[in-house]
């Protein structure tokens, strides 16, 4: 059976969180991105204590990596020696760090930002599906307002 949480009790003086959590922000994005049927990929940050109860961070990908991985396809296609390939076409990478409003990139989400810019990535901060989306309305080239 499901156990389920508690809501905090508010206190006097102590206003409640009512920002939404990153991983529903997460979820968010890739609901959108599915239904737009834009491949994308979700990288794991987890946290636990150790024994002396400081908070170890660990990752899937090395640290400061962004949250969400997607490909974005640009269509056509591209030639690999003498002929051309059909159905490989271009495609763009965007990663995606996911940040609840109020919250900042860590020095390390920094350093890997401005490596895969270097490797010509796009990079985005996005605290909503609508910050992915006015990426889109920028650099998508199948991007259409009449949908
Ligand atoms: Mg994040």
Redo the contacts with the bound molecule.
């Keep these: 059976m499901r156990r389920l949480r508690r809501p905090p009790i508010p206190r006097e003086g102590k206003p409640v969180d009512t920002r939404p959590l990153?991983s529903e922000i997460?979820k968010q994005i890739l609901d959108y991105l599915a239904a737009e049927r834009i491949f994308a990929i979700r990288f794991n940050?987890g946290a636990l204590r150790d024994r002396t109860g400081r908070v170890m961070q660990f990752h899937s990908a090395g640290p400061g990596v962004?949250?969400i991985l997607a490909f974005f396809d640009l269509g056509g296609t591209y030639w690999a020696g003498d002929r051309e390939i059909e159905d490989v076409h271009h495609q763009q990478v965007l990663w995606i760090?996911?940040?609840r409003p109020g919250e900042q990139q860590r020095e390390s989400?920094k350093q890997f930002q401005a490596y895969v810019e270097e490797q010509g990535h796009y990079y985005l901060v996005a605290r909503d599906v609508a910050d992915v989306v006015d990426w889109q309305r920028q650099f998508d080239p199948h991007w259409s307002e009449k949908r």
Excluded: L, R, W, Y
């Design positions: 990153e997460q940050t962004a949250d760090e996911v940040k989400q």
